[in-house]
């Protein structure tokens, strides 16, 4: 069956340094997705991306982080200077939608770790 | 905004215990309504969803029924396993896309 897959799986890192983060979605979905997670907390919305764009972001999405998807298969977020707070598990997700439906499912990525000292 | 509001955890139960966990939602329109599991150390699982109101949404033994009337999203199952042990959550999606999540249920199940 096919899979989100994400990599690394634990990135630790610098504050202050750059940070980025790979997911490689199903490969007939349209949209894609990235979610974080803080220790402990709920999972929050970061950013969607369909046809090339950001069609929504978050609050949290600031101009410290960025979407990316570079050919056919990956997609990245870069966060360009982290902050201790930007400790989370952050998670991609993708879906079809080719039927015009914004409801239909979502497929979530193992997550990465992300750890700033 | 929309929203979603869990039980709060952790809930503890023996095994075979049934299983409840509230979940209530506040949304403009229609939503889509997901339960997601994120066993220890993994991510997040769909474990069922319910696409409009009075449908019901099932998969291992877990159910969840989605009543307009009352905006809740309820999970049961009827008989709990220690391989059920995990953090459920309850999520929303309207037209937009972006799912929104509720805080998360712990449930550890105890032989």
């Known amino acids: 069956e096919p899979e989100v897959t994400q990599t690394p799986s634990h990135q630790v890192t610098q504050m202050g340094q750059e940070v980025i983060l790979r997911c490689v979605p199903i490969?007939?979905?349209?949209?894609f997705y990235w979610y974080r997670q803080i220790l402990g907390q709920k999972v929050e919305f970061l950013v969607s991306f369909y046809n090339n764009e950001i069609s929504e972001k978050s609050e949290i999405f600031d101009d410290q982080f960025s979407v990316e998807r570079p050919d056919g298969s990956n997609f990245t977020l870069k966060i360009r200077s982290t902050k201790l707070e930007d400790s989370a598990m952050y998670f991609c997700?993708?879906?079809?939608?080719?039927?015009?439906?914004?409801?239909?499912?979502?497929?979530f990525g193992p997550g990465t770790r992300l750890t700033v000292l | 905004g929309d929203s979603v509001t869990q039980m709060e955890g952790p809930v503890t139960l023996s095994e075979e215990a049934f299983l409840t966990i509230n979940c209530t939602y506040t949304a403009t329109g229609y939503p889509s309504l997901f339960w997601y599991v994120q066993y220890p150390g993994e991510g997040l699982q769909l474990l069922l969803k319910a696409t409009k109101a009075d449908d019901k949404g099932s998969n291992k033994g877990f159910e969840a029924t989605y009543r307009k009337e009352t905006t809740s999203f309820h999970l049961e199952k009827g008989s709990v396993q220690v391989s059920d042990s995990a953090v459920y959550f309850c999520?929303?999606?309207?037209?937009?896309?972006?799912?929104?999540f509720g805080q998360g249920t712990e449930l550890s199940v105890k032989p």
């Open positions: 997700a993708s879906r079809r939608g080719d039927r015009g439906l914004g409801t239909d499912t979502q497929y």
């Open positions: 999520a929303l999606v309207n037209q937009g896309g972006k799912l929104i």
């Open positions: 490969s007939n979905h349209l949209y």
